[in-house]
């Protein structure tokens, strides 16, 4: 019996990758948007779902059951990006953010967690990022946001242990998708003291991405982790120097990364 699993956001992007690519394997794909209908040549199938609404949560993870009888893998990869100056992000933007990347996934898990008791096994994948590791320039309120999963994942596997259910994280760093197209931006003011300086960072940060690995790394990465018997807490993939920069960041004085960082984004 092939393995049903569950990915939020998996109408474009990574989410998308990684469907194909399970489903190439021999997994029950289900995957989920805000608008399916806008996807009527998906690959497998789309199921409605927004993760900043509890009652679309609900009807969705119901409705896979309901079709396939079980969930055995959530890949919890819905998510947006936002840049901007902390000071000047309205504070509505960093709480819708938080709402579709720490909250919205927070949710999904306590909807599929049912489920995977009552199965006695299942397994948990939350796509966090590289810059959850990180105070990033331009990039806090998503650095804070991915973070703060990152954290959270590491608390849940401990409560999680008696029931049979694996829970950890995969930090991506830059790949070419259309995450770019689909972040908040904070506009770049012309009274702001930010101004030159968020102003050169955005078209660095949108330029890493156009420059990004192919999305199907994450697929092979998480179709090796659904393999694993036993995963491990914390998955990096990315470019070579993306992954170092987290090495550096645990043996660097905390000011010599800083600048580090700094040199790197040319402020």
């Known amino acids: ?39 009527p040549n998906s690959k497998f199938p789309i199921v409605a779902l927004d993760v900043t609404k509890k009652e679309t949560i609900a009807s969705c993870v119901s409705e896979v059951v309901e079709k396939a009888s079980r969930i055995d893998v959530l890949v919890n990869n819905a998510g947006a990006g936002i840049t901007g100056p902390v000071e000047e992000i309205p504070d509505e933007e960093i709480k819708r953010n938080f709402e579709t990347n720490f909250f919205g996934p927070i ?36 650095s804070a946001s991915k973070g703060a999963l ?72 998480i179709y090796k982790i659904i393999e694993t018997k036993s995963p491990k807490i914390h998955y990096k993939v990315g470019a070579f120097m993306q992954k170092f920069s987290i090495v550096l960041k645990r043996v660097l004085p905390d000011k010599v990364y800083e600048k580090m960082l700094m040199n790197h984004y040319k402020l």
């Open 1 to 39: 019996m092939s393995k049903v699993v569950l990915i939020t956001g998996g109408s474009s992007g990574i989410g998308k990758s990684v469907g194909e690519y399970l489903q190439e394997k021999g997994f029950t794909v289900f995957g989920t948007s805000r608008n399916p209908k806008n996807y």
């Open 107 to 142: 949710n999904v898990i306590k909807a599929v967690l049912p489920t995977m008791r009552n199965q006695n096994s299942g397994m948990i994948i939350n796509v966090t990022s590289i810059a959850g590791y990180m105070g990033l320039p331009y990039r806090g309120v998503y």
């Open 150 to 221: 990152e954290i959270i994942t590491e608390s849940f596997r401990m409560e999680l242990k008696d029931f049979n259910i694996e829970m950890t994280n995969v930090a991506p760093g830059d790949f070419a998708t259309n995450i770019a197209a689909g972040r908040y931006h904070a506009p770049v003011l012309e009274d702001s003291p930010y101004k030159e300086k968020y102003g050169f960072s955005l078209k660095t940060m949108d330029e890493h991405v156009d420059e990004g690995n192919d999305p199907k790394q994450m697929a092979e990465a």
